[in-house]
């Protein structure tokens, strides 16, 4: 994903020359090519999220196009104060990039683990708040966020993801249909529409065919393909590698819980802990039944139930 | 305008602060008192600002970056024709565009809202990144308090600006030397602000604020010196004796008698309450 979002990047600032891009002193290597080709438009500001943040927003005020990247636990809970309010409220368009986001860094320890970026950034009036679950909704989004009047985030997570082959268009603010089914959905966030495919494959061997829907935007959230889902499917199960308090599973229980159409839902994603002990993510995800064999065990339940 | 003309005005701005505090019974006074002789002189003698057309590109950037001494800011913009003097009425009024913190949204001549300490600093740094990446001569002036400069942020805004050689920048350090509840020298340990700036890659120099005429001398030449940023640190008052070097007036809303004493002592009427 990350050679997606530097690939993108460049696109984007060869065609605009008000992109800029500023990084917390991370991402060696990676921008090699970005800072031959653009000179002053690669800032490095250091280990200072706070100046990363506030520089951003100093440029986006002078009608620049600004990317800043940090780890994502640091870009989003270190700057949060200065995202705010140099960031929010005056409503710049400022793209705020979290590199490694959830669990990505698992055995890097808690310092680096963010299962709480994207509820963060939720929490501010005014961003759009994306997740991509593979490259190519990272190169499909990045010019879509570029483009709007105010501020958003992207989670992306490392190197060598791979794609999944999907006709559906990656639209900002809308579902992607991955699988089409009958009684059960998934409802895959962000990184874990793979773990979704994977269970949806398993599932078909044994007969069952679950609708896949992948969700890589949060905020605004697509409330008319909830309404959709809704109705094709009794369950949905919404599989998110996030804080509890603030991920997908919370987005549509704010929408459904007003709604006529109440689908039973199954959340499956980490508990409100910390991960100790240096897990790998595979492991984390076993542990807190999030991957896919957990995944298509909580289906094959609600296949069964009705 | 001579130096005493820029005294007399400072007389008038700090008659204006301690009347619209006592009008919106809001306090903040001696963060709006403090910072009133810098301000004037940047205001009336140095800074480029177009009122009638406050976005205009080559404006020097001005941030008051300690929002909560904007009742300073306010009567001098009015003053200057950025919006109505008798718009100062309305200061900390529900819906005003001139809110108890500065909101650009309520009041868009501002060049940001402020309230959050220690955010102006970065700010302008990238702002003025940005003017340099468009070939644009302007220069930008950030007001700090010394109080403000117990956040971390603004020597990470400091170091940035040292690093990128933006020699347009100059902080401006309202050293008055009181905080919320304590005195600054005791909760940053007594060490100079002139020096840590100095220590960050800055040009820095310590001037007595009360002295118009010494504060602009100090601004020349601009940059301080060629390459770095500059920082000025201004010993400063409040104009007012009965208030001097006392917290409590960074609460207090002055009463019927301390606006009485206060507007005979600077001999001055407010702005926006002439007629």
């Not at chain 1, 509820?119 to 593979?134: E, F, N, Q, R, Y």
């Not at chain 1, 804080?243 to 709604?259: D, F, I, K, N, Q």
């Not at chain 2, 800074?47 to 080559?58: F, V």
Request: aromatic share 8%.
């Amino acid at each position: 994903m990350r050679r997606a979002f530097v690939e993108a990047l460049t696109d984007l600032a060869r065609k605009d020359p008000a992109v800029v891009f500023l990084t917390g002193d991370l991402g060696f290597q990676v921008f090699d090519d970005f800072k031959a080709r653009f000179g002053p438009r690669y800032i490095n500001v250091g280990i200072a999220e706070a100046e990363l943040a506030c520089a951003g927003a100093g440029l986006a005020r002078e009608g620049f196009r600004p990317f800043v990247y940090s780890i994502a636990s640091f870009m989003t809970g270190r700057a949060y104060e200065l995202l705010r309010i140099a960031v929010a409220y005056p409503r710049l368009p400022v793209v705020v990039v979290g590199a490694g986001g959830g669990y990505c860094y698992s055995t890097t320890g808690v310092t680096h683990h963010s299962p709480d970026d994207v509820g963060l950034m939720s929490l501010l009036p005014g961003m759009t708040v994306t997740v991509p679950g593979d490259p190519t909704e990272v190169r499909a989004l990045l010019p879509q966020l570029a483009a709007l009047p105010g501020p958003s985030y992207i989670r992306i997570g490392k190197f060598g993801e791979p794609s999944y082959e999907s006709p559906a268009p990656v639209t900002l603010g809308r579902a992607r249909l991955l699988r089409r089914g009958e009684k059960v959905a998934i409802l895959s966030f962000g990184e874990m529409a793979s773990v979704a495919l994977e269970a949806a494959k398993s599932l078909e061997a044994e007969g069952m065919r679950p609708w896949v829907h992948q969700f890589h935007t949060l905020k605004p959230i697509d409330t008319g393909a909830l309404e959709e889902i809704s109705a094709e499917a009794h369950t949905l199960v919404i599989v998110e590698e996030t804080s509890p308090m603030g991920g997908l599973h919370r987005a549509v229980t704010e929408r459904l819980c007003g709604s006529a159409r109440r689908p039973t839902l199954i959340r499956l994603g980490p508990p409100d802990e910390l991960a100790l002990g240096s897990p790998r993510r595979e492991t984390l995800r076993r542990r807190w039944g999030f991957d896919a064999e957990a995944t298509a065990q909580a289906c094959r339940r609600a296949w069964k139930a009705v | 305008m001579d130096v005493d003309g820029l005294h007399e005005k400072a007389r008038q701005i700090r008659a204006t602060c301690v009347k619209m505090a006592h009008h919106a019974k809001e306090g903040h006074l001696s963060s709006a008192l403090s910072p009133v002789d810098p301000l004037v002189a940047l205001f009336y003698s140095w800074l480029r600002l177009y009122p009638k057309e406050p976005r205009h590109p080559e404006r020097d950037r001005f941030i008051l970056s300690k929002g909560h001494g904007c009742s300073a800011l306010y009567a001098i913009m009015a003053d200057l024709g950025f919006f109505p003097v008798e718009l100062l009425r309305d200061y900390g009024r529900e819906g005003s565009p001139l809110a108890s913190h500065p909101c650009a949204h309520a009041l868009p001549a501002l060049e940001a809202s402020s309230g959050s300490l220690g955010i102006g600093l970065g700010l302008a740094t990238g702002m003025l990144y940005g003017l340099r990446l468009k070939g644009s001569a302007a220069r930008a002036v950030v007001l700090l308090g010394d109080g403000e400069c117990n956040e971390g942020s603004v020597w990470e805004a400091a170091m940035f600006a040292a690093a990128q050689r933006l020699e347009k920048l100059l902080a401006v350090v309202d050293y008055n030397g009181i905080q919320a509840v304590g005195r600054s020298d005791e909760l940053m340990g007594g060490a100079s602000l002139e020096e840590k700036f100095r220590a960050f890659g800055w040009a820095a120099r310590t001037v007595d604020g009360s002295d118009i005429g010494a504060f602009l001398a100090a601004l020349k030449p601009f940059p301080f010196e060629e390459g770095k940023p500059s920082a000025v640190i201004v010993r400063t008052r409040l104009g007012v004796s009965f208030m001097e070097g006392d917290v409590l007036w960074h609460y207090r809303v002055p009463s019927d008698d301390d606006l009485r004493r206060s507007l005979e002592e600077l001999a001055a009427r407010p702005l926006g309450w002439e007629a």
